[in-house]
């Protein structure tokens, strides 16, 4: 599967309101919904630092505001200005595992033509779940 274009422009728009004024690292995430919607997020941070958001769950959270249930997500796609390649963080992985199906497909792009490219179950293995193993 490729680099959904639609969701990297959208996910470069959105980086561009990241507020970021502490860490200077911009991220702009945008998603699909399997009825075909598009939302998006950027991370929001504060002065007392441990509040801010990443982009991910901004996003999935305005997925959910708009009705999407756990699941529904199809593809999301992670944008970081620049040549680096980054990946979701722990708890934006947990966020990912709960929304997304296990073969979900999440991608990590930037400025340059480098991508990385996963499914849900492999950014979370052994995630954790109320069904236990
Ligand atoms: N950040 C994200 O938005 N997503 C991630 O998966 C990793 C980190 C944000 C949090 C903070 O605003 C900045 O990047 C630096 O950690």
């Known amino acids: 599967m490729s680099l959904p274009l639609d969701l990297k422009q959208a996910a470069q728009q ?6 970021v004024p502490y ?3 911009p991220v702009g995430v945008a998603l699909r919904s ?3 919607r598009v939302f998006s ?16 769950r901004n996003a999935i959270g305005a997925a959910a505001a708009a009705g999407v249930r756990p699941g529904d997500i199809t593809e999301l796609v992670v944008y970081m200005p620049g040549d ?4 979701p963080c722990g708890g934006c992985r947990q966020a990912i595992a709960e929304f997304m199906p296990a073969d979900g497909r999440v991608w990590a792009c930037n400025d340059s033509e ?5 499914t849900a179950a ?3 293995p ?3 779940s109320f069904d236990g193993f």
């Open 34 to 36: 399997a009825d075909g």
């Open 122 to 124: 492999e950014l979370l």
């Open 14 to 19: 959105v980086a561009q309101n990241a507020y």
């Open 114 to 118: 480098r991508l990385k490219a996963w």
């Open 41 to 56: 997020g950027c991370n929001v941070e504060n002065r007392s630092y441990p509040l801010g958001m990443c982009g991910e």
């Open 126 to 128: 052994d995630g954790f």
């Open 84 to 87: 680096k390649l980054f990946s």
């Open 23 to 25: 860490s200077d690292f």
